[in-house]
């Protein structure tokens, strides 16, 4: 049986993928709110799925790999935030 944690960490990640693809195809204010959302979420509870440790700040904490995924969604947030202010 799969643990919780792993569980919800997945259906996170999925819903960041979801996310991110909505805001890529049509960009809007909501789906780059919810995508920012997401984001964020996906920073605070990634845990059981966050890959290698890519910069140490101190031993516990660092910057993983699964944290550029959010730094990811961030920027096609901002994209589309950009995309809708031009028109």
């Known amino acids: 049986m799969i643990p919780p944690a792993l ?9 960041l993928f979801v996310t991110g ?7 809007s204010r ?3 709110v919810v995508l920012i959302f997401v984001s964020v979420l996906w920073v605070l509870f990634n845990g059981p799925i966050e890959g290698h ?3 140490s700040y ?3 904490n660092g910057l993983t790999e699964s ?3 959010s730094l990811a969604g961030l920027i096609i947030a901002l994209r589309a935030l950009w995309i809708r202010r031009r028109w």
């Open 7 to 15: 569980f919800y960490g997945l259906v996170l990640l999925n819903l």
């Open 21 to 27: 693809a909505w805001c890529s195809a049509r960009p």
């Open 30 to 32: 909501a789906a780059a």
């Open 53 to 55: 440790v890519l910069l």
């Open 58 to 60: 101190t031993y516990q």
């Open 67 to 69: 944290d550029l995924l």
